[in-house]
């Protein structure tokens, strides 16, 4: 498989708005099949590793939707949505910098503290067994504009959740795999609630 080829191939495949935001980069001495690092807020742009040794072990239906759902993923985590945490984050960066200029060291120990505890709940907001199945939902509504029935699509990825596991040489699932699994089951249709 030539990775120029491929790359461009899916490039074409994900939505417009993210062919800048998540650029797909070829790393073969990687161990997985595909890897994209937790974005941080300033960061502008969210690359996608991909293993094209490991990558070519996949069908094409399944490489597609392992894409999406990393694309999903990504595009799912959004640093500046407003919520309570984002609230708690605006709220304990203005005391933190009042209680320095103050030199208070109370002060700044509680607003390092709201800071930090912030900081914390949007990065587990972000990295939640939901926020896993919301990118399995993005995926499986981007396939549906390229194509693919919701059905084909849930098990497309089905599918990718055993074979990654296999490829990569793991022999038990994760927590979260096995989540994802059983809420690709109800949307092919395999299982009832």
Same mark, same amino acid.
């Given at each position: ?42 960061? @502008? ?68 503290? #709201? ?41 497309? #990825? ?19 795999? #096995?989540?994802?699994?059983?809420? #690709?089951?109800?949307?092919?249709? @395999?299982?009832?609630?």
């Amino acid at each position: 498989m030539e990775p120029k080829v491929e790359i461009n191939r899916l490039l074409e495949l994900i939505p417009t708005s993210a062919r800048i935001l998540t650029p797909i980069i070829s790393k073969p001495e990687q161990k997985s099949v595909i890897a994209a690092e937790f974005p941080l807020p300033w960061s @502008f742009t969210r690359p996608i590793y991909i293993n094209f040794d490991l990558w070519q072990k996949l069908s094409r239906s399944q490489r597609d939707l392992l894409l999406l759902r990393t694309v999903g993923w990504l595009l799912n985590i959004k640093w500046f949505q407003p919520s309570i945490n984002h609230v708690l984050f605006i709220a304990g960066c203005g005391t933190t910098i009042v209680e320095i200029t103050q030199v208070e060291p109370i002060g700044i120990t509680v607003a390092c503290g #709201l800071l930090t505890v912030s900081i914390f709940r949007i990065w587990r907001n972000h990295n939640s067994q939901q926020n896993a199945i919301n990118a399995d939902e993005t995926a499986i509504k981007i396939a549906q504009q390229k194509g693919y029935t919701a059905t084909s699509a849930a098990e497309a #990825l089905l599918s990718t959740i055993k074979t990654i596991a296999q490829i990569e040489g793991r022999t038990e699932l994760t927590v979260e795999e #096995l989540i994802r699994i059983q809420n #690709l089951q109800l949307i092919a249709g @395999f299982a009832s609630i």
